[in-house]
T-cell receptor
Framework: DSGVTQTPKHLITATGQRVTLRCSPR?????VYWYQQSLDQGLQFLIQ???????AKGNILERFSAQQFPDLHSELNLSSLELGDSALYFC??????????????FGEGSRLTVL | AQSVTQLDSHVSVSEGTPVLLRCNYS??????LFWYVQHPNKGLQLLLK??????LVKGINGFEAEFKKSETSFHLTKPSAHMSDAAEYFC???????????FGAGTRLTVKP
């Protein structure tokens, strides 16, 4: 158990809809990262928050947004969903501010299916 | 910018035989290198990491990797495969101090009885 909790584990929705994925980092970790994993794109970094502030942005679409709350949990909002958004979305946390400075602890992911 | 190439998308070995998963990297600066493992329906877990200390890095579950700057490689090895090693393995590179980790495409390891 990594200590990172993601909900929901599975989500099925229709095109055009909006969903919210939630992540609770390990106790004490200030950084939260979001990744998308799909068969054709592999593992893609979306965005990172550190202590409530956006720290780094990767290949995140404009239809997607995220935030980190004062209690350090994070939410990833996906809107105007398309079939191609179907993927496994991972949250990871780390104690430090940069991805390259230490270990990332991954949750078990939220599998999104868009029909 | 840094990048990483995992040379095999799929490796199949028999239980008890050695494992070799190959990774080449590209980095402008001193890289940090990582291997993560992903078991089915699970998140990624760190196996080992190299951050400019000893070039031979030992990780969990008997895995180790050697940083070879001249070959820009960071191959993952294990002397004897176990059935529980069957998983997807990701090589990851990050420039030291850079706020960006690049994941390889992954290598799926199959272990035959």
């Amino acid at each position: 158990d990594s200590g990172v909790t993601q909900t929901p584990k599975h989500l099925i929705t229709a095109t055009g809809q909006r969903v919210t994925l939630r992540c609770s980092p390990r106790s004490g970790d200030l950084s939260v990262y979001w990744y998308q994993q799909s068969l054709d794109q592999g593992l893609q970094f979306l965005i990172q928050y550190y202590n409530g502030e956006e720290r780094a942005k990767g290949n995140i679409l404009e239809r997607f947004s995220a935030q980190q709350f004062p209690d350090l949990h994070s939410e990833l909002n996906l809107s105007s969903l398309e079939l191609g958004d179907s993927a496994l979305y991972f949250c990871a946390s780390s104690a430090r501010g940069g991805q390259g400075t230490g270990e990332l602890f991954f949750g078990e992911g939220s599998r999104l299916t868009v029909l | 910018a840094q990048s990483v190439t995992q040379l095999d998308s799929h490796v199949s070995v028999s239980e008890g035989t050695p494992v070799l998963l190959r990774c080449n990297y590209s980095s402008s600066y001193s890289p940090s290198l990582f291997w993560y493992v992903q078991h089915p329906n699970k998140g990624l877990q760190l196996l080992l990491k190299y951050t400019s200390a000893a070039t031979l890095v030992k990780g969990i579950n008997g895995f180790e990797a050697e940083f070879k700057k001249s070959e820009t490689s960071f191959h993952l090895t294990k002397p004897s495969a176990h059935m529980s090693d069957a998983a997807e393995y990701f090589c990851v590179v990050s420039d030291l101090g850079n706020n960006d980790m690049r994941f390889g495409a992954g290598t799926r390891l199959t272990v035959k009885p």
